[in-house]
């Protein structure tokens, strides 16, 4: 009966990070999709994301589900911005493409140094208390992540199913040609494409600020996890991604129960190169 | 030996598409034979897998004798059979002379050590490679832009300079892949005294993919026709004009391409 | 022995300097026999660095003119320094043969995931080596018996050849200096070779070279191993100057300040590292007190030289005699 326990208390907090991963995967994956460009500055929107809630609560006395919202449209506003007047010249040009965001990732980054300092700050909670599931405890911080998370997705989901600019977005991603030939306007697609995917980035970050502390340097772990997300679900499926997160969010958490963390984390790495080895479109890409 | 290529029941299909479907047909040394059919027809699908770049999902390829099915292309060249591409043909940003070295080179065998310490086997076939290209550029018409950038060259030396890339690594079969498109009528029939020229005085056989009906007609021994996948005809360019299905079913296709402009 | 056409205008020429060039490396030269006269330490320690930056750079320039970015370069220095010190230190070989073990080292790893993974679009490819650094920062701090864990090895002894020991920093300038010379004497041959017409070749147009005989895979191997192996030798010199080595040492910033580097420097030309390592050692170390400011210019700096030189400074003297020519 422990046991069970003990891997039903790993499966909730695996729910959760899965969650985390998931959305930057989805993020990521929809800018590669859009402008087949790796965003190495993925990891500084997180950490922006994570800064935006932090201040909205703490110094404008947000509720936080107003934060997470606000964050998400000013990251979308910051993404098309920068998509226009930073990444214009790259589009379509791979290489040369995710060059430049590691010059935006130093530039974000470093900005958010010399604005907030080094230090890891910490934010009150938001919601306290736990709830019981059976046996299990889940605390009601966690539980709030998966929730709005989930909406998210849903929201996301619905946008890009139902949605005219959605599925023209979708559509996109799936093959730029035939999408251009059916006259969706790219231009358009590009700022959007970035803007959604580094607000996906965000407002993972901003879910997640109470959980864990918040500093400029937060980001790099979880665009880690995002590239092996990735990598596992298919670069350019977005179904993919999902899959793929929550799935590494799950093995991750039970395998640092039972072993390890560090060695959890070299299996999981091992078992990357192997799968891209084996299978390099992934378990849903295409093979191109 | 018999024929020098003999293709044997080749087939590829994509997903549920098949875009070649039972395709047979020899080429005989020193021999000219055009490839030709409407778009779509299977002709760069079957250049592909002749020369190695795609696996055939079924059928053989010989080439003297071997079975050259599946490649790698590498192999492919080492005995003897290369191709040129319609697109992207040419390395635009070195010279001319480079373009043309680096299809010999791949035949020079020495190794990476060797060639480091500048050891004899290195300095004595790099002059011959030397010899080859210069020859190829003379050939080929291409030595006056000898150092010239390759993407400064106007289209049809750029086409000329795909060629000689393909001729530069010494094969004995030389499959060529619309070396006339885009070229106006004269052009091209200076282009078909060219090939023909290269055939004489580099002993190849050539097979080629061509849309331009007169330089197909002027300049092929034999012809075979693809449509949809399968070949509906092979013989003597006469004998292809008057084949009344291959009329019906490409050359009047032609007509209305041409009209329509 | 036959060299490539250098009279078209504007040809990325393959390493000959040019006008801009006869006058700039003899001033370089100079400026690398200055610090053999300097006596502050400080001086002597950047240049000391800017040689050591050479030499890994050069690598990745390697794996670069065959069209593939790495970005865990950092990894195979670490794995050369972790090499050469844990078979100097616990197998108590001496310098040379250290560094060499450590070398290897690199190269057989490189060999092994090399193999594997360039078949792999150049996407996935990044994506590989960027987990793969990853992977082996985590096996280095796992294996604290080996790698000493996070605390890393230090009190690593001087190089040392021949009895002649490299214990003071104008000595070891002298070796770090013939390290980085040759490293890009062995760069500029190679270029001139066959073998580097062919790594050229598959960078610009890898089917062309395939179709041509070429074997893309085992050249992007070959190449990926010689410039993991250089990085791995890089690794062994730094690892016996600055005295101790730690899994930190050789994280993702490493590999990333060398794709910098090489950038900006000039992806395609001989002197790029050169060029790269050059302008971007010395100014962290200089501007310690504005290290944020700095980082915000080289982010800019890059997306710049990416925007408007994407063949990095190295390609100036061309472009402006292009545009001198036009005019």
Redesign the interface.
């Known amino acids: 009966m422990d046991l069970l326990l003990l891997v039903g208390q790993a499966l909730v907090n695996g729910l959760v990070v899965g969650m985390l991963y998931l959305l930057m995967a989805v993020g990521f994956t929809l800018v590669?999709g859009v402008m087949?460009v790796?965003n190495f500055a993925h990891a500084e929107f997180y950490m922006l994301g994570a800064f935006g809630s932090f201040l909205l609560v703490t110094q404008l006395q947000l509720p936080f589900l107003a934060s997470v919202l606000i964050t998400f449209v000013l990251a979308v506003g910051l993404g098309w911005i920068v998509e226009w007047l930073?990444l214009k010249?790259?589009r379509h040009d791979?290489?040369?493409g995710?060059?430049?965001t590691?010059?935006?990732?130093?530039?974000l980054?470093?900005?958010a140094?010399?604005l907030f300092g080094p230090d890891p700050q910490s934010m009150p909670a938001v919601v306290r208390g736990v709830v019981f599931i059976g046996e299990l405890v889940v605390p009601n911080s966690r539980l709030y992540v998966v929730v709005f998370s989930l909406a998210v997705l849903a929201a996301l989901y619905v946008f890009l199913r139902y949605s005219r600019t959605g599925r023209a977005l979708r559509a996109v991603v799936e093959d730029l040609e035939i999408a251009s030939a059916y006259g969706i306007r790219a231009r358009l697609m590009y700022p959007l494409g970035f803007g959604i995917g580094v607000g996906l980035a965000a407002v993972a970050g901003a879910l997640m600020a109470p959980l864990f502390s918040v500093s400029p340097f937060i980001g790099?772990g979880p665009m880690?996890k995002a590239?092996?997300v990735?990598?596992l679900g298919g670069?350019g499926s977005i179904p993919g991604a999902a899959l793929a997160g929550l799935l590494l969010g799950l093995a991750e958490s039970l395998a640092g129960t039972f072993l390890s963390s560090?060695?959890a984390?070299?299996l999981i790495?091992?078992l990357?190169?192997g799968m891209?080895?084996v299978r390099?479109s992934g378990l849903l890409g295409r093979p191109? | 030996m018999g024929a020098l290529l003999r293709v044997e029941n080749l087939s590829r299909t994509f997903g549920g598409l098949a875009a070649l479907r039972n395709l047979s047909f020899e080429v005989e040394q020193g021999r000219i034979v055009g490839l030709i059919g409407p778009n779509g027809a299977g002709k760069t699908t079957a250049f592909n897998l002749i020369s190695g770049t795609m696996r055939p999902s079924a059928g053989r390829i010989w080439f003297r004798d071997v079975d050259i099915t599946g490649g790698p292309p590498s192999r492919v060249v080492a005995l003897g059979l290369a191709r040129t591409f319609q697109h992207t043909s040419i390395y635009p940003s070195a010279s001319v002379r480079d373009n043309v070295y680096r299809g010999a080179i791949a035949r020079l065998g020495t190794s990476m050590f060797d060639q480091l310490r500048g050891g004899a086997k290195t300095r004595a076939g790099l002059a011959r490679v030397e010899a080859q290209v210069d020859e190829v550029l003379e050939i080929m018409g291409l030595e006056a832009q000898r150092d010239s950038l390759a993407g400064a060259l106007s289209y049809g030396q750029q086409k000329r300079l795909g060629v000689a890339i393909g001729l530069a690594t010494r094969p004995s079969l030389l499959l060529l892949d619309e070396p006339a498109a885009g070229l106006n009528p004269e052009e091209s029939a200076e282009f078909g005294r060219l090939l023909r020229n290269v055939r004489e005085r580099l002993d190849l056989t050539l097979l080629l993919v061509e849309h331009h009906m007169a330089l197909v007609m002027d300049l092929c021994e034999r012809i075979v026709v693809l449509v949809q996948g399968e070949r509906i005809a092979e013989d003597t360019p006469a004998a292809i004009s008057r084949d009344p299905a291959v009329i019906e079913a490409y050359l009047g296709a032609q007509e209305d391409d041409h009209a329509r402009g | 022995m036959p060299t490539p056409s250098v009279t078209a205008p504007g040809l990325p020429t393959a390493g000959r300097p040019g006008a801009a060039g006869k006058v700039l490396l003899p001033l370089v030269g100079i400026a690398a026999i200055g610090p053999f006269f300097l006596s502050n330490p400080f001086y002597i320690h950047l240049a000391i660095l800017t040689c050591l930056n050479v030499v890994p750079v050069t690598g990745l320039s390697l794996i670069a003119r065959t069209g593939q970015?790495s970005f865990g370069h950092g990894a195979f220095v670490g794995l050369g320094a972790y090499g050469a010190v844990v078979a100097g230190i616990k197998l108590g070989w001496p310098f040379w043969l250290a560094a060499i073990t450590g070398t290897v080292i690199a190269c057989l790893c490189a060999l092994a995931?090399g193999w594997?993974?360039l078949?792999?679009?150049?996407?996935?490819f990044?994506?590989?080596t960027?987990?793969?650094a990853?992977?082996v920062r985590?096996?280095m701090?796992?294996w604290p018996s080996l790698t000493g864990g996070a605390n890393g090895i230090t009190g690593i002894p001087a190089a040392e050849l021949f009895g002649f020991a490299f214990d003071t920093r104008h000595r070891f300038y002298g070796l770090a200096l013939a390290c980085a010379v040759a490293a890009l004497a062995f760069a500029l041959r190679l270029s001139r070779t066959p073998t580097g017409h062919g790594f050229d070749a598959v960078e610009q147009n890898a089917a062309l070279a395939e179709a041509s005989g070429l074997n893309v895979h085992r050249i992007q191997v070959r190449a990926f191993v010689l410039g993991c192996g250089i990085a791995g030798f890089a690794g062994a010199l730094l690892a016996h100057y600055v005295g101790f080595v730690s899994p930190e040492s050789f994280n993702?910033s490493l590999s990333?300040s060398a794709?910098?580097m090489l950038?900006i420097g000039g992806r395609h030309s001989v002197w790029g590292p050169l060029i790269g390592a050059l302008i971007l050692t010395p100014l962290p170390e200089l501007f310690r007190a504005a290290?944020?400011?700095q980082?915000?210019f080289?982010?800019?700096?890059?997306?710049l030289i990416?925007?408007f030189l994407?063949d990095g400074l190295a390609s100036l003297p061309a472009r402006l005699r292009r545009a001198a020519g036009r005019n």
Request: glycine share 4%.
């Open positions: 590669f087949r790796v930073v010249p790259f791979e290489l040369n995710m060059i430049a590691i010059g935006l990732a130093m530039i980054q470093n900005g140094l010399m790099t880690l590239f092996i990735v990598i670069l560090s060695t984390e070299i790495f091992a990357v190169i891209l080895v390099p191109d | 970015l995931l594997v993974i078949r792999l679009r150049g996407v996935y990044v994506l590989v960027f987990a793969f990853e992977l985590l096996v701090l796992d993702l990333i794709i910098v950038v290290v944020n400011t980082h915000i080289y982010g800019a700096a890059l997306i990416l925007r994407p």
